[in-house]
């Protein structure tokens, strides 16, 4: 059994804000690449486990699932950090949250109480840690300083490179120069004339 976190910005923090936004279809390319790539290389039971932001990983649990068809010891999973996570969202995005859970194998929060502390961020973090084998990050860390990441995916990075002092555990990031990359490629592979 393979268990594989993906997280990564939120959709704010890459400044998207429609679904029908290019960058959307350029991450979850590379997503699919990812997983892809994984699932060709064993037959083995794999989780893919994310969390329940709109962006990253809202687009790896809606590529894993379309993923499914194709190879059938795939398995999603939404760790919500704490109970009525949506609560505060907007009505739009609480359906889109209802519907991707409709959509996962498994879902349930890591806390049993609504948000009361950011320890409640931190234990989520290492549930995540201690439920994966290892983390796909799409997260550029020379974008920010040691001292001013701010970002979500900041926060996790740092969790998983500390755990990586003591553990086997593989962290993959995917930097803005590799979507950079990758949107040329896709660009090309749509559009061969230009």
């Known amino acids: 059994m393979?268990?594989?976190w993906i997280t990564g910005y939120r959709s704010y923090e890459l400044?998207?804000?429609?679904?029908d936004?290019?960058?959307i279809?350029?991450?979850k390319n590379v997503l699919k690449n990812e997983l892809t790539q994984r699932l060709d290389s064993s037959e083995d039971g794999f989780w893919l486990i994310s969390g329940p932001q709109m962006g990253v990983e809202r687009w790896a649990i809606e590529v894993g699932n379309t993923l499914k068809k194709d190879y059938p010891q795939l398995k999603t999973s939404i760790?919500?950090?704490y109970l009525k996570v949506a609560e505060r969202w907007n009505e739009q995005n609480q359906v889109k949250l209802a519907t991707a859970l409709k959509n996962v194998d498994f879902h349930a929060p890591v806390s049993n109480q609504p948000y009361q502390s950011p320890?409640?961020?931190r234990n989520y973090q290492q549930f995540m840690l201690d439920h994966s084998d290892s983390?796909?990050?799409i997260f550029d860390p020379d974008r920010e300083s040691e001292g001013e990441q701010?970002?979500?995916?900041?926060?996790d990075y740092r969790a998983a490179r500390k755990y990586q002092e003591h553990r086997d555990y593989e962290i993959q990031t995917i930097t803005f120069d590799d979507l950079q990359d990758a949107a040329t490629e896709l660009a090309e592979q749509e559009h061969p004339d230009y």
């Open 119 to 121: 320890q409640q961020l």
């Open 150 to 155: 701010t970002s979500k995916p900041s926060w």
């Open 2 to 4: 393979r268990r594989l």
């Open 25 to 27: 279809k350029v991450i």
């Open 79 to 81: 760790m919500e950090p």
């Open 15 to 19: 400044a998207v804000f429609k679904d």
């Open 21 to 23: 936004d290019p960058k």
């Open 135 to 137: 983390l796909l990050i």
